[in-house]
């Protein structure tokens, strides 16, 4: 490896090309990668004894179901054992010096009393510890040793010994029995704490959050009641690596019936200080209401509720099948206690229904849907580092930056900003990445390591030499298929000189082993049975590159989503089907070939298409970090959406920021603008596209960001485009700002939510609606106090710190009444004393009683809707829609800004309904992600390839017209020929040639006949 460092200076101050990231939850994690793969050195400082945060502790992921280990396991290896990030666990930061760009920051870390380079994460040591205390991890829902590990898949891969805990730190005479089994003398109880000073140019604050107190709920019965747990405790029972492998239980390990949900515990709560909506709770307690009917088959699950905020992408679809396909109840109400019966120990929950009869009704569990608030570590650090927090105690943002703090240099991803969702953190994490790389920009690539792989092995003389490593996946694969049977057929396949079984094949330690074991067996092949290989693939494949493999030289049988999760019910038929997975995947092994890439120059410029507020954040980020911009409006003016916006929710003036944006745009020498123009033509691949516009102009450029933005829908229900008085809410907005005298003598007004959205032809929620609505009411009720509004609404989803609107609205005398989708307002002209009235009528839903207002005023909340240009553009550029037509995300929790094809990435409006803030964030994001391209001189191929046999081509164009990649074209040898780096590996081409003159690399004929007849062939000595 060589180190590359130089001093670099801005304005003649040194800037330092490093930058610490304080938390290694999600956001921490993803800051890292994005900073480390773009040429930054980075520290990582955790104050546990492993990375990962909260994200390990839950079972599932909305509204996809994702196994939350499985998707995240990739990231905790790749953060693990990448050259260019520094992980400091069990460490605080007690100090700060310096200047923005050079700061010095002090870190305190604490002993392990293990040390990490020793550690084989063996577990000998917690097994003759003969201490049990609580397990935090779990809960408190099961016992660990007083040494341990923090999860099975934590990096480090090392245990750690608890202080106040161990018997032998309390009595250097007593106990040390772990010093004498421990193999590799990894234990060391005298270890001291550790003061280190680390010079850095930026820091990200990533401290997480902790959760409510339940027991300040004490009507509740939280800590009193034994079935009365939190919603993380309850995704540790759903978990397959919890206390309970999955099983859901009572206090008496019986199974429940009935489970009810009780939102709002600690949230939206004024008295305990907690006035703002933790944004995640509804979501979470559906899905773990949906997954729980799948763990426990006839379970009732109930979800107590004022509102339902169900605001992120897909996420009120995901809501609808909770309520229509798998029967969650929700019951709008607050619950006003909860009493234990104590003969039976089922809990009674009192409650008055919305026509306002008194209901009680029992349950064998009750869950409360907990809320997020800041750390107090982290209250400690704001303090340290001198940055501003808001009411909540949560980081305040610099307005309209989406991730910086109030310091120059120091930014923030993550809950600390406010309560968030993982796709809202994953965002914001890569923006604060991008942000930091361009706040440092002169000095990219100072204090990095370059990649450097070992010397690849040609095994293509060799026999095969195959090692099958079979996954436990937890409980997910084990807990149906009996692994140690999987193992014994395996061992007698053919050319299978080794094969094994890991808890999880994708933690640090297993990946490890792995590199030893090929070298130990003299392995020439792998195959790794366990998970998609969609999510996992590429992880096993950079482990064999670190062990000198060819990547190509690796197989996987999907034995968890194609075996054990289908076949759930039927062990012993999974058991043999997983066999047969695993002999196919062996059987093909045997035939592979190294693959070699192909290595392409990069065009080091991008192409942002979209003129609006993401579009030009983006544009704005990528230049600062030294990079050409060509910047594509279809208009004849920048600003977007954004221009019919005057205030911000947070009184931000939108206007004067749009302006000084235009400008900042318009004024950088590396941003050309291309107003009034439209794509005709896109050819290339990643790293190397060539767009051509209307005008005939060509742009070349190596990534694409997609910006489009979108619309205000137009209504075509209660009387609007009719009658001026009948307006949507960015029109009240514009005619508040012009001073309109409609507005301002209006004394009736009723504001209608939910316009044309949250139904069968647009089932999703616009997000930003409800805010808008207390936004506007506010505004309205300071032009005209005495003035009447009613807002009929179906949910309230004013989410994070826009609750306090919806508070002061109410404050205001601002009247809400909810009305049901099947039961919606009307509107109609009336005529009233020679005049025309609108007659609003309603049902109350408290009275069941219907009302007629005669309003001055009709404002709708009309939903955000995507341009029509996102059609042509996917097909342009062979990226996604979802069912809504907004650009689709290539995975929806932890890929929120890139498209499945690569080099192209998705901001703002494009993505799905957002504030403007959210959009400043993820134009941002996508900057930093298209940077992650933009930063290297060259790109290899992804290696599974189509190639062509000349000898067989006719030319017939038939690989050329069905290519969803633009992969093929006829050279002037007038044969098909591949473009290796635009080639995604789908094989289209190859299963469509007529001549069968095209063949997927690692998918042959021969190879696929190899995998079939693996499956049916009997079993065979190991050929040794």
Known sequence: MTLKNTNSKQNGKKIVGSVMIIGAGISGMQSALDLAEVGYKVYIVEKSPAIGGRMPMLDKTFPTNDCSMCILSPKLVECGRHRNIDILTCSDVVGLAGEPGNFTVTVKKRPRYVDPEKCLGCGSCAEECPVNVPNEFNQMLSKRKAIYKLYPQAYPN????????????????????????????????????????????????????????????????????DNVITSLQFERMLSASGPYEGHIQKADGTEPKKIAFIQCVGSRDVSLCRGYCSSVC??????????????????????????????????????????????????????????ELQQTKELRLRYRTEDG???????????????????????????????????????????????????????????????????????????????????????????????????????????????????????????????????????????????????????????????????????????????????????????????????????????????????????????????????????????????????????????????????????????????????????????????????????????????????????????NVYTGSDIVEVSGYLGNFKTKLDSGQEIKHGVTIIATGAEEAKPVEYLYGEDARVMTQLELDEAIARNDEKVKKARNIVMIQCVGSREES??????????????????????????????????????????????????????????????????????????????????????????TIDADLVVLAAPIVPPESNQRLSQLFKVPLNPDKFFQEAHMKLRPVDFSSDGVFMCGLAHGPKTIEESIAQGKAAAGRATSILSHETLESKGVVAVVDPDKCAACLTCVRLCPFKAPRINEKHVAEIEAVICQGCGTCAGECPNKAITLQSYSDKQLIASVDGIFANAAPASN
């Open 158 to 225: 090392a245990y750690i010994i608890d202080g106040n805990k161990c018997l032998k730190l309390k009595n250097p005479k007593a106990c040390g029995k772990c010093i004498k089994v421990c193999p590799v003398d990894a234990i060391n109880h005298s270890m001291g704490e550790e003061t280190v000073r680390l010079n850095v140019g930026a820091i990200i604050l990533c401290p997480g959050y902790e959760l409510f107190d339940a027991e300040l709920r004490g009507e509740y019965g939280y800590g009193v009641y």
């Open 282 to 339: 509804c979501m979470y307690a559906t899905k773990e209401a949906v997954i729980a009917k799948e763990h426990v088959p006839g379970l009732e699950t109930t979800i107590f509720n004022m509102d339902i905020r169900a605001f992120g992408k897909d996420y009120e679809k995901y809501y609808n099948r909770a309520k229509n396909e798998y029967g969650v109840r929700y019951v709008k109400c607050m619950i006003s206690s909860v009493k």
């Open 357 to 671: 009869t008194m209901v009680e009704e029992d349950f064998d569990m009750v869950v409360l849907s907990v809320g997020l608030k800041p750390t107090a570590e982290s209250l400690e650090l704001a303090e340290i580092l001198g940055i501003e927090l808001n009411q909540y105690n949560f980081c305040q943002l610099k307005e309209l930056t989406g991730v910086q703090t109030s310091r120059e240099g120091i930014y923030v991803a993550g809950v600390f900003s406010g309560p968030k969702d993982i796709p809202e953190t994953v965002m914001q994490a890569s923006a604060a990445a991008g942000d930091s790389a361009a706040f440092l920009a002169p000095a990219r690539n100072t204090e990095v390591v370059e990649r450097v792989f070992p010397e690849e092995k040609d095994v293509s003389g060799e026999e095969p030499r195959i090692g099958v490593f079979v996954c436990h996946c937890g409980i997910n694969i084990a807990s149906v298929v009996y692994i140690p049977s999987v193992i014994q057929h395996v061992e007698k396949l053919p050319y299978v000189v080794y094969a094994t079984n890991n808890l999880y094949a994708c933690s640090q330690d297993s990946q490890a082993a792995m590199k030893e074991l090929i070298k130990e067996h003299k392995l020439n092949r792998i195959v790794v049975a366990s998970c998609s290989p969609r999510t996992h693939k590429p992880l096993f494949q950079e482990t064999l590159r670190e062990a000198g493999l060819n990547p190509s030289l690796f197989e996987m049988a999907n034995i968890r989503d194609q075996c054990s999760w289908v076949h759930m019910h039927e062990p012993e038929k999974a058991t043999e089907k997983a066999k047969d997975l695993i002999s196919a995947a062996v059987a093909k092994a045997a035939t592979l070939k190294p693959v070699k890439k192909v290595t392409v120059e990069v065009t080091r410029e991008a192409l942002v298409i979209g003129g609006g507020v993401a579009g030009m954040t983006a544009a704005v980020s990528l230049a600062g970090q030294g990079h050409k911009v060509h910047l594509l409006e279809k208009s004849d003016r920048l600003g977007g959406m954004a221009l019919r916006i005057n205030e911000g929710f947070n009184g931000e003036k939108v206007q004067g920021y749009i302006q000084k944006l235009i400008n900042d745009v318009k004024n950088n020498p590396l941003i």
């Open 762 to 851: 647009r089932p999703y929620c616009s997000r930003i609606c409800c805010t808008k609505t207390m936004k506007l009411a506010l505004k309205l009720k300071k032009i005209n106090p005495d003035a009447s509004i009613i807002v009929l609404y179906r949910d309230i989803r004013t989410y994070s710190f826009n609750e306090d609107y919806y508070r002061e609205a109410r404050a205001n005398g601002v009247i809400f009444v909810r009305y049901e989708v099947d039961n919606k307002p009307s509107v109609k002209l009336v005529s009233n004393n020679g005049t025309s009235a609108l007659q609003v009528t309603a049902t109350d839903h408290i009275l069941r009683d219907s009302f």
